[in-house]
C-alpha cells in the first residue's frame, strides 16, 4: 500500500510503499477511504508535539472492515467506521469511570507510537517499522487497528463527512456539549475557528446559546462562522477580549479555546465572565505556560478546563453526533473546505498552516 510518512521534523511528508501485518488479536484490518487534515498533525510535522520517528500520520479517519483479527467480536467484514484518536482499553480506573479520553493504557501507546497491543504492524521495504500516529495512522490505503479504535456507523453516511467525527466533531462538539455543558441562554465564545472551533460552534447553537461570539485572526472564517450560526465576529488580536466583553455584556458565560496558542488561551480566560468556564482543547508546545490573575479563581468563581477528545466516549457519542447531523442539527458537511489525493497531502498542510482551510479531507 501507499502511505505519507514523517521522517524528519519540519517535513514533508512522504508518500511511500509500506507494507502492512495482518491484524493481529483484538484488531481490524481498515481499509481507509477519508482521512482529515488537522492541526494535531500539523503540530507532529513541525515539532510541537514530540513523536517518534518515522511515523505514519492522520488520526481522523473513517473506512470499511476488510479483515478481522482473532478474537475479534466487536466489528465484522463490510462494516464502516470511524477511527478515534484515543484507543481505550474499556478497563483502567479512567475508562471504567467514564472517562475513556484519558485511557490509560491508549495514552501509553499513543506516546510510544504503537496500537494498543504494543505492537507496529507498519513495515518499509528496508524492514523499518515506522510508528503509527495516535493508534489510527489513517494517511494510507489500510489501516491495521485496535477495535478499541473503530465505532460503527451507517452505512450510507458519506465517508469524508464520517471521518470528521473522529476528531473534529469529537472535540469541538463535545468540548461544547460536555466540557464548557452549554445551556439553553448561555452567552459563549469560541476562539480559533478551525474544524473544532465550528463544531464547537455548531454544538453551541444546538444547545441554545443566546449568543455566539467567533474569534479568529481570518477573516473567511469569521464570515463562515456567521453562516454557521454565530451572532457575533471578533477579530482576533489585542483587542478581542475588550470586544467579546462589549458585545456580551461582561463576558461570555463559557468560552471554549481551539488555538492551541497559550496566548491566546489566557485572552480566553479574561473574555469570560464572573462565575464563567473556560474550557480550552488546543495543544500548545509543552513548554508554553500562561499567566493568569489567581484571584479570579476564587473571588469570581472561575472555572479553568481542559479537555481531551471533547471529553467524549467514542462508542457513545459518535452516533449521538451523527443523529444530530442527519436531524439538521449539526450541519458537519459545512466543516468541509477540500478534497484532496494522498500526493496532494503535502499542499494540504501549507493551507492548512496558512489558515486557508477549514478542514481538508484526503479521499482514497
Given amino acids: ?34 482521512t482529515g487534515l488537522c492541526h494535531s498533525d500539523l503540530s507532529v510535522i513541525d515539532g510541537s508535539r514530540i513523536r517518534p520517528l518515522p511515523m505514519l500520520l492522520g488520526h481522523e479517519a473513517a473506512g470499511e472492515v476488510v479483515e478481522t483479527g482473532p478474537g475479534t467480536s466487536d466489528f465484522a467484514v463490510g462494516d464502516h467506521v470511524v477511527l478515534s484518536f484515543v484507543p481505550a482499553c474499556g478497563s483502567c480506573r479512567r475508562c471504567v469511570s467514564g472517562r475513556q479520553a484519558l485511557c490509560e493504557p491508549g495514552a501509553a501507546a499513543n506516546r510510544e507510537g504503537t496500537l494498543l497491543s504494543g505492537a507496529r504492524r507498519l513495515r518499509l521495504p528496508d524492514g523499518t517499522r515506522p510508528h503509527h500516529h495516535l493508534g489510527v495512522s489513517g494517511f ?129 480566560y479574561l473574555a469570560t465572565c464572573a462565575g464563567g468556564t473556560t474550557v480550552t482543547v488546543g495543544l500548545p508546545h509543552p513548554d508554553r505556560t500562561i499567566s493568569l490573575p489567581a484571584l479570579s479563581l476564587v473571588a469570581e468563581e472561575r472555572t479553568l478546563k481542559g479537555s481531551y477528545l471533547g471529553s467524549c466516549v467514542p462508542r457513545r457519542d459518535v452516533p449521538r453526533f451523527v443523529d444530530l447531523y442527519r436531524a439538521g442539527q449539526l450541519p458537519v458537511h459545512e466543516l468541509l473546505s477540500g478534497r484532496l489525493t494522498l500526493e496532494e497531502i503535502n499542499t494540504g498542510f501549507t493551507r492548512l498552516a496558512a489558515g486557508e482551510a477549514v478542514r481538508q479531507v484526503v479521499v482514497l
Avoid at 5 to 30: A, C, M
Fill in 140 to 268: 494510507a490505503e489500510y489501516a491495521v487497528v485496535s477495535e478499541k479504535s473503530a465505532t460503527l456507523v451507517p452505512a450510507d453516511l458519506p465517508f469524508e463527512i464520517a471521518a470528521l467525527f473522529g476528531c473534529a466533531v469529537l472535540t469541538g462538539a463535545g468540548a461544547a456539549f460536555y466540557s464548557a455543558a452549554v445551556t439553553p441562554g448561555d452567552r459563549v465564545a469560541v476562539f480559533g475557528l478551525g474544524g473544532v472551533g465550528l463544531a464547537a460552534l455548531l454544538a453551541a447553537r444546538a444547545a441554545g446559546a443566546s449568543q455566539i461570539v467567533a474569534v479568529d485572526v481570518v477573516e473567511h472564517k469569521r464570515a463562515l462562522a456567521r453562516k454557521l450560526g454565530a451572532t457575533h465576529d471578533v477579530a482576533g488580536g489585542p483587542d478581542a477580549v475588550a470586544e467579546v466583553r462589549s458585545v456580551t455584556g461582561g463576558g461570555a458565560d463559557k468560552v471554549i479555546d481551539t488555538t492551541g496558542v497559550a496566548a491566546v488561551l489566557e485572552q480566553a
Fill in 1 to 34: 500500500m501507499k502511505g505519507a510518512v514523517l521522517t524528519e521534523v519540519g517535513g514533508p511528508l512522504q508518500v511511500l510503499d509500506l507494507e502492512l501485518d495482518p491484524p493481529g488479536p483484538g484488531e481490524v484490518l481498515v481499509r481507509v477511504r477519508a
